[in-house]
């Protein structure tokens, strides 16, 4: 069964420096992958997107995130990192149906604090 | 362009009441999905509509249940409430074609159960 998994709930990094989460997914073909932001009381955002080509995706408001098959993970990261940055990050992979369309399967969120 | 509303934003029910979650989607999307997001189970999938059917399903009972108008506007409905319902329920509208088509979220109704 497919299955996404971001092993760090809490991170705390100070303002300024760099910022790397990890999200490691299970899933038998060519995963669509995504990165999504959720500030307080908020919805989700989409940072980036992954379907196929080039392996590191650039996403908005400066993070980036590559993905590498060969150990099953799509990472997020920003080389410096905003106090408004400060938010809950989602890791998803879209897996086909068969019906042909697509639903979502989210990791269980890493929690992003960010000291001044 | 608008975007995903959701109403109503806070709702408090208690334990066996029934409640109506409301979805409008951003104009010309056509597929809706709700989402449940609680602390322990972070989010799961419910179900997706797109042109008044449903089209996926997530692994929730029978209480949960939705539909979509022509409008594409959606609504789900939980009877029998109970503590475990209480969660943030987000929906989400993409064009709904059969390629993947990016998700955009709606802020999301908190449902407390009493």
């Known amino acids: 069964a497919q299955s996404v998994t971001q092993p760090d709930i809490h991170i705390t990094v100070s303002e300024g420096a760099s910022l790397e989460l990890r999200c490691n997914y299970s899933y038998g073909a060519t995963p669509y992958l995504f990165w999504y932001v959720q500030s307080p009381g908020q919805g989700l955002q989409l940072l980036l997107k992954?379907?196929?080509?080039?392996?590191l995706v650039q996403g908005i408001k400066g993070f980036e995130a590559e993905f590498k098959r060969s150990q099953s993970s799509f990472n997020l990261r920003k080389p410096s990192v905003h106090w408004s940055d400060a938010a809950e990050y989602f890791c998803a992979v879209g897996s086909q149906t068969t019906s042909g369309t697509y639903k979502y399967i989210f990791g269980t969120g890493t929690r992003l604090k960010v000291l001044a | 362009k608008a975007g995903v509303t959701q109403t109503p934003r806070y709702l408090i029910k208690t334990r066996g009441q029934q409640v109506t979650l409301s979805c409008s989607p951003i104009?010309?999307?056509?597929?809706v999905s709700w989402y449940q997001q609680t602390p322990g189970q972070g989010l799961q999938f419910l179900f997706e509509y797109f042109s008044e059917t449903q089209r996926n399903k997530g692994n929730f009972p029978g209480r949960f249940s939705g539909r979509q108008f022509s409008n594409s506007r959606s609504e789900m409905n939980v009877s029998t409430l109970e503590l475990g319902d209480s969660a943030l329920y987000l929906c989400?509208?993409?064009?709904?074609?059969?390629?993947?088509?990016?998700?955009?979220f709606g802020p999301g109704t908190r449902l407390t159960v009493l």
């Open positions: 104009s010309g999307h056509r597929s």
């Open positions: 989400a509208s993409s064009k709904g074609t059969y390629s993947y088509n990016e998700q955009f």
């Open positions: 992954y379907f196929s080509g080039d392996t």
